[in-house]
Nanobody, 114 residues
Framework: QVQLVESGGGLVQAGGSLRLSCAASGSIFSINTMGWYRQAPGKERELVARITSGGSTNYADSVKGRFTISRDNAKNTMYLQMNSLKPEDTAVYYC????????WGQGTQVTVSS
């Protein structure tokens, strides 16, 4: 079992920045890919960014150049630095970890005001 706890969400004005954190605990050995998904009201959940255990990353086109995903394996923590935020980034952001199964965090709300 892997437990994931997100933090760092909140309310920010357009153009501002936030940094989300995802702390992993439990059976964390050999966690492979980790990532961030988001779900806006009335929309499907979508991949924002993901990072492998080796550090390879990929991003949704909508966030390329604005968001940066990283992970600190020593601290069992993953981050999402979000810059130049737009109102359309408003969503609940979920941390995900893959270790055979897919584990989800409880989500953290990000609201960007115009």
């Amino acid at each position: 079992q892997v437990q994931l706890v997100e933090s760092g969400g909140g309310l920010v004005q357009a153009g501002g920045s936030l940094r989300l954190s995802c702390a992993a605990s439990g059976s964390i050995f050999s966690i492979n890919t980790m990532g961030w998904y988001r779900q806006a009201p009335g929309k499907e959940r979508e991949l924002v960014a993901r990072i492998t255990s080796g550090g390879s990353t990929n991003y949704a086109d909508s966030v390329k150049g604005r968001f940066t995903i990283s992970r600190d394996n020593a601290k069992n923590t993953m981050y999402l630095q979000m810059n130049s935020l737009k109102p359309e980034d408003t969503a609940v952001y979920y941390c995900v970890a893959t270790k055979g199964l897919i584990y989800w965090g409880q989500g953290t709300q990000v609201t960007v005001s115009s």
